[in-house]
């Protein structure tokens, strides 16, 4: 397996408890968001949506459910297939593949109303590639169909250097399971470096009384805000929605951006 598949597969658990419980503000974010931005998918008459990084499907569960066609894919093949055998759990029939977001445009044929990659996935990728990254995103979106990006503002993360951040915590009574999550990170002196990350997820199954320590780590890069509007900007995308929050990853941008590329 090549090593980026590797480093992603490794840092990110496939298990679908594990994922939630490390990004559980996020996920809870992700709902409110979802819904702040609806009318917008309404207006731009949105009917089929791919997650380009959809790791254990929740956003996919999350629109199918609203009633959107549904696709995904990830760059691992464990969240590929974890996503596929959370949404059969669910009777949602969603095609997932596996794909690189740089290759997505050759692994699809289709082209979709609404285009996402979210979660600071871009975050995964260098400079360069998140340019073509976002170009991809582009070319399977419909004209006049939307793109749903979101990144953490690199400049803000790098300026505040963090040295650890909490990722979530709380008590699951479905599943009896008491977690705690979080980052410890060391940030370099140039933005252009990169960070590390050591993700710990602490889980105590008090139905079976045994505890379970998940960690991860990996590299990742800063995103730089004013490039991805650059890059925006290149491929004739208007912003129509923008947002700043720090409910589910710190500095996160999200932006929903109209793809106005006529081909
Ligand atoms: C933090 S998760 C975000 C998941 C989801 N989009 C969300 O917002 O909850 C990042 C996901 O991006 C995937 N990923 C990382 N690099 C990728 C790439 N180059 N192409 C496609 N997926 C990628 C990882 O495997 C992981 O599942």
Redesign the pocket.
């Known amino acids: 397996m090549d090593n980026?598949i590797n480093d992603?597969?490794n840092?990110?658990s496939?298990e679908n408890g594990d994922?939630n419980y490390l990004?559980k503000d996020?996920?809870d974010f992700?709902k409110t968001l979802f819904e702040e931005v609806e009318l917008i998918f309404k207006e731009y008459n949105v009917k089929s949506v791919i997650?380009?990084?959809?790791?254990?499907g929740?956003?996919l569960k999350y629109l199918s459910q609203k009633g959107y066609d549904v696709f995904g894919?990830?760059?691992?093949f464990?969240?590929a297939n974890a996503a596929t055998r959370s949404l059969n759990n669910e009777n949602i029939s969603a095609k997932i593949i596996q794909?690189?977001?740089?290759y997505?445009n050759e692994n699809t044929e289709e082209k979709f109303d609404l285009v996402?990659?979210?979660?600071?996935?871009l975050g995964?990728?260098n400079n360069d590639?998140q340019k073509r990254?976002i170009d991809n995103l582009f070319r399977i979106t419909k004209e006049k169909g939307l793109v749903f990006l979101?990144f953490r503002d690199g400049q803000t993360y790098h300026r505040k250097r963090k040295k650890i951040e909490l990722r979530g915590y709380g008590n699951d009574k479905q599943h009896k399971k008491i977690y705690f999550s979080f980052y410890i990170l060391k940030h370099p002196k140039s933005i252009f470096e990169q960070y590390k990350i050591k993700s710990k997820t602490l889980i105590f199954d008090y139905k079976k009384f045994r505890f379970k320590y998940v960690h991860g780590k990996i590299e990742a890069n800063y995103v730089i805000f004013d490039s991805i509007i650059d890059r925006i900007k290149y491929n004739n995308g208007q912003i129509l929605f923008k947002k700043t929050s720090s409910d589910?990853?710190p500095e996160l941008q999200s932006l929903i951006i109209l793809n106005n590329r006529s081909k």
Do not use: P, Q, T
């Open positions: 980026k992603i597969s840092f990110y496939a994922f990004y996020h996920i992700s997650d380009c990084c959809c790791a254990v929740n956003d894919s990830d760059l691992s464990d969240m794909s690189d977001v740089l997505i996402i990659f979210r979660g600071n996935a995964h990728l590639e990254a979101d589910g990853f």
